[in-house]
């Protein structure tokens, strides 16, 4: 039985925490739990871990007293790391509580103080809080919507970084667009630098909430639209961005939610 006087050593034998690992489904992320892997057969090899490792030297070393809001936390790996890096504040959420249930216990194995909610990235408004770090990784290309919920995470949540990922296809060139373009002219559209996003109407790799895929064109230009400048770049689909004012659109909000 569990006492406040136990450490989480005493309580998470290997042998608990792989039944545990086990009750709680299907692991998207593979988080070490104590020498029980979450996800040991991920079909991208040890993920997100292996992505991680391409990027975590981008994002500053020390958070110490930094908030840190994680937007479609999933089972909570990145969640985690903001924490190991002394952020103050992480709130990871999700609106799957399947994957939080996941969350939860793995922060409880790793004693790791996150918190975990069950929101959607069309209620981030109602936080009513803004954070240092927010991070939107893999969750960008799963929305029917994903220039409004940049543009809901530029007004509503963010205070300076944005961590952002999204999978990309289509080429990787980007070709540098003028302020305007004649009516006439069409020649633009077919460059493959010019930014494009490819729509799946049905289903991609067995997953039918595969919405949109953006090149890394339209990637860029998408962030730089809804407010946040591109301070590095690396890994092909990570980007770190800085939170900026936006000049106000001559025709009304540029949001279409603007904060009351
Ligand atoms: C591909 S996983 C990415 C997980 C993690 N952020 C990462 O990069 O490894 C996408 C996650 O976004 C969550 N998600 C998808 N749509 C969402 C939405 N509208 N609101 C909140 N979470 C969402 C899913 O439940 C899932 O956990």
Redesign the pocket.
């Known amino acids: 039985m569990r006492t406040s006087l136990m450490s989480p050593d005493d309580v998470w034998t290997q042998e608990a925490i792989r039944h545990k690992v086990e009750k709680l489904g299907t692991w998207?992320?593979n988080i070490d739990l104590k020498g029980v892997q979450t996800a040991p057969h991920h079909f991208l090899g040890d993920?997100?871990r292996l992505?991680w490792e391409c990027f975590r030297e981008a994002i500053p070393r020390d958070l110490t007293g930094m908030s840190v809001l994680?937007?479609?936390?999933?089972?909570g790996?990145?969640s985690f790391e903001m924490k190991k890096r002394g952020a103050a504040r992480v709130l990871g959420?999700?609106?799957?509580e399947d994957?939080l249930k996941q969350a939860r216990f793995a922060a409880q194995v790793l004693d790791l103080n996150v918190e975990f909610q069950k929101?959607?990235?069309?209620q981030i408004a109602e936080l009513r809080e803004k954070f240092d770090l927010v991070?939107?990784?893999?969750?960008f290309y799963?929305?029917r919507h994903p220039l409004l919920?940049l543009d809901l995470i530029h007004e509503h949540v963010a205070k300076d970084l944005l961590l952002f990922?999204s999978l990309q296809r289509g080429p990787t060139t980007v070709t540098s667009m003028a302020e305007d373009y004649g009516f006439q002219d069409s020649s633009i559209f077919e460059d493959p630098g010019c930014p494009r996003m490819y729509f799946i109407e049905h289903s991609y790799s067995g997953d039918p909430?595969n919405w949109w895929f953006p090149n890394q064109a339209c990637v860029e230009a998408m962030l730089r639209s809804a407010g946040f400048s591109i301070e590095s770049h690396p890994e092909q689909e990570v980007y770190l961005c800085r939170w900026q004012q936006l000049p106000a659109a001559p025709d009304g909000p540029r949001v279409a939610y603007p904060s009351k």
């Open positions: 998207f992320h993920y997100p992505k994680d937007i479609g936390c999933n089972a790996f990145y959420m999700d609106w799957d994957y929101l959607s990235v069309w991070i939107f990784m893999g969750v799963h929305l919920a990922q909430t």
